[in-house]
């Protein structure tokens, strides 16, 4: 635990803030820390409601995830899905067998009329987790990404065509109607709210969602807390996923200093990695300059102690 | 294959059933063929549509069926269970994570509005059967047991209840407006049927759903066809399930002389294994007196041909 005063927000996409989230459950008490994870990437897909992000973040806090593997279980198994393929059916979005019952429980649920943050709370509960996972919002919003192919459902470009299609602009379809969660607007609405963590997540199809909801960007801007965000863009890459292949396409260059920019204002610092320390003097925020790679859980500790100290001195 | 004229349809409930199937494909040609299967056990868990009888005959004639436990798929692993008891889900029926594919890519195509019997025919057909298994309707029929403990889903006193509640009674639910599969009509009324074979099942829950489905008794009594039914009382005992516990809680004997009353004029032959030979003088229909275990496809095959033999001499 940290002595670090106040509350925090993270906001999040899956598995790259995923890691720093990890790292937040260790330095803050339950009360201080609200995770609030993307849903943009929500979909159904063999019946089943499926929260890709929401899962990963939540398979990370419980040292559940498979960080080889990168996304899913440790130890899973593919007794169905290999069994689907044999059937003919639909096998492009892998689903592991201890996976699949994480949907099975969340589809019961949902049909049964509970809203996804219960559920996620209960899930979470049931996987013994102390600090608060919710969504962005009890409602459906749905990331449609332009390509040269058409407009993809965001599973659709990720999963099944492997991120290949080039990116020419994103849709948050719902997302007017949306209402962002009651909770996420407690938070940011509260005096005592001290910093808001932006993860390491992609910033188009992660954090963009969250922050696109009605009144989230507002509410950030007025609050007083300092907003810190965590570069996903390393020496020009995005350690996990197709970020810096979408920078390129959307003709920005896939560099800290472009993320800076495209958070523009929300933000009151950066941290980029040491790789990229020469791009600090062409970043307008305060920076930190600091190793953001999380190989193990003292590295996702240390870096989300980094970044609620640069919070502090930013506040 | 054996040397047989004409049509035969077999009537069956799920495992006991299914091994008779499993030798009646020995010994026909696909186009001689159609096994109906009961569809009053279906129902919905987990927000899956599940088949029972369907998936016990459909394994059984691929030779997938796991003979130890007497249901499901041989060498199942079952770690989607044991992740739905960690997350507090419904885990009483138990569903391998093998078979749990069945299920899914049942409940997708009938979402996607394909009737039962054609997802039925193309999950067979990626099995590689080549003859037809079809449900006893396209529509739902809902088996309800009347018991001490009150009405009960034929699931919830089978498996969640494990048949201990005594039973009453049975209600189909749906039945007067369910359609029976127009292809087992036809079967019923084709000229060249010359055999109707019912299977080693339940009669009350298993065989008595089929017949009660509007026009289907009326259709096998004025079919010339032979009438033969295996009965699944041996000893005083069902080989599986809870036959002869319901005919003690319906009072009746739990004898093969009970299975061919409760039959009546239906039948005109009636299997009755070896043990419960002095028992034939008792029967008012014809009989035919053989060993009806079947515990391997041998002895299934040899039961087969012995059933298509005894309704050719009663043809």
């Known amino acids: 635990m940290m002595n670090f005063d106040g509350k925090v927000l993270a906001l999040t996409g899956g598995v790259g803030g995923a890691k ?13 820390l609200l995770i609030v994870a993307n849903t943009g990437d929500d979909f159904s897909h063999l019946g089943l409601s499926i929260s890709p992000d ?3 973040v939540m398979y ?61 709370g209960e899930l979470c ?30 599973q659709e470009y990720f999963v099944r065509e492997q991120c290949v299609p080039a990116v020419s602009g994103f849709r948050f379809d719902g997302i007017e109607s949306a209402r962002p969660l009651p909770q996420l607007m407690e938070w940011l609405g509260a005096p005592d709210l001290s910093a808001v963590i932006i993860c390491p997540s992609n910033p188009f199809v992660s954090v963009d969602p969250i922050l696109s909801l009605p009144g989230v960007r507002e509410a950030l801007q007025s609050s007083s807390a300092a907003v810190v965000a965590v570069s996903p863009i390393v020496g020009g890459m995005a350690i996990k996923g197709p970020a810096a292949k979408m920078m390129q396409e959307l003709n920005m260059p896939a560099t800290a200093v472009a993320i800076a920019e495209w958070y523009g204002e929300l933000l ?48």
């Open 20 to 32: 720093l989230a990890r790292g937040l459950i260790e330095c803050l008490a339950t009360e201080q």
């Open 54 to 56: 929401l899962d990963s």
């Open 60 to 120: 990370a806090l419980a040292d559940l995830n498979d960080p080889e593997r990168g996304w899913g279980l440790a130890g899973e198994s593919w007794q169905a899905m290999d069994a689907l393929k044999q059937l003919g059916g639909a096998d492009w979005f892998r689903l592991g067998d201890r996976d699949l019952s994480t949907h099975l429980q969340r589809s019961v649920r949902l049909s049964e009329g509970a809203p996804l943050s219960q559920v996620t």
């Open 125 to 154: 509960t049931a996987l013994g987790l102390r600090h608060a996972l919710v969504p962005m919002t009890d409602d459906r919003v749905s990331t449609m990404v332009s390509t040269a192919q058409g407009e993809l459902t965001f």
């Open 268 to 315: 009151d610092g950066l941290i980029i990695d040491s790789v990229d320390r020469e791009l600090a003097a062409s970043i307008t925020t305060a920076t930190r300059v600091l190793p953001t790679l999380m190989s193990d859980l003292g590295s996702k500790v240390q870096l989300a102690r980094e970044a609620l100290d640069f919070a502090r001195h930013l506040d």
